[in-house]
C-alpha cells in the first residue's frame, strides 16, 4: 500500500502506521459490531486539479463489511477457468499496485460469464506474441 502510493507520489501522513490501521480497522468493526468482516482501503489524491494535481495529499476511505465465515472454504468440485486475451496487463512501474483502474478486470469477469468459466486468467502484455 505504501509503496504503490510512493510510486504515485502521493504523500503518506506520518499518522499513517500500522497501528493507525488496525485501530481504525477494528474501531469499525466494533462501532459495527462485526466479528468477521472484509476491510476496503481506497486511497486518492485528494484537492483540485483532475489530471494535474495541485496537491498530492492522501485522503482515505475505510470500508468493512460482513463476512460470512471466517474460514476459507476450498472449492471442492474444480474451476472451469479461461484464458481472457482481448486485452492484456500492461507493465510499467505501477504494475505491481493495485489502483482504481479496473476495466481489465470488468471486461475479463464479463467475458467469463458470457464463456460460462468460473474465473479467467488475465495476461501481462510481455506474454502476448502478436
Same mark, same amino acid.
Given at each position: 500500500?505504501?509503496?504503490?502510493?510512493?510510486?504515485?507520489?502521493?504523500?503518506?501522513?506520518?499518522?499513517?502506521?500500522?497501528?493507525?490501521?488496525?485501530?481504525?480497522?477494528?474501531?469499525?468493526?466494533?462501532?459495527?459490531?462485526?466479528?468477521?468482516?472484509?476491510?476496503?482501503?481506497?486511497?486518492?489524491?485528494?484537492?483540485?486539479?483532475?489530471?494535474?494535481?495541485?496537491?498530492?495529499? #492522501?485522503?482515505? @476511505?475505510?470500508? %468493512?463489511? !460482513?463476512?460470512?465465515?471466517?474460514?476459507?472454504?476450498?472449492?471442492?468440485?474444480? =474451476?472451469? $477457468?479461461?484464458?481472457?486475451?482481448?486485452?492484456?496487463?500492461?507493465?510499467?512501474?505501477?504494475?505491481?499496485?493495485?489502483? #482504481?483502474?479496473? @476495466?481489465?478486470? %470488468?471486461? !475479463?469477469?464479463?467475458?467469463?460469464?458470457?464463456?460460462?468459466?468460473?474465473?479467467? =486468467?488475465? $495476461?501481462?502484455?510481455?506474454?502476448?506474441?502478436?
Amino acid at each position: 500500500l505504501l509503496g504503490g502510493l510512493l510510486a504515485l507520489e502521493i504523500n503518506i501522513p506520518e499518522n499513517w502506521t500500522e497501528l493507525f490501521f488496525k485501530e481504525t480497522i477494528i474501531g469499525l468493526c466494533k462501532i459495527n459490531k462485526l466479528q468477521n468482516a472484509r476491510c476496503r482501503i481506497t486511497i486518492w489524491r485528494d484537492g483540485e486539479g483532475f489530471y494535474q494535481p495541485q496537491i498530492n495529499d #492522501a485522503a482515505i @476511505l475505510i470500508e %468493512v463489511s !460482513a463476512q460470512e465465515s471466517e474460514e476459507y472454504i476450498l472449492n471442492e468440485t474444480g =474451476v472451469r $477457468l479461461g484464458v481472457f486475451t482481448n486485452l492484456t496487463k500492461t507493465a510499467n512501474i505501477l504494475s505491481p499496485y493495485k489502483t #482504481a483502474n479496473s @476495466l481489465v478486470y %470488468v471486461l !475479463a469477469a464479463k467475458y467469463a460469464v458470457e464463456q460460462n468459466f468460473d474465473d479467467v =486468467v488475465v $495476461l501481462n502484455l510481455s506474454l502476448i506474441h502478436i
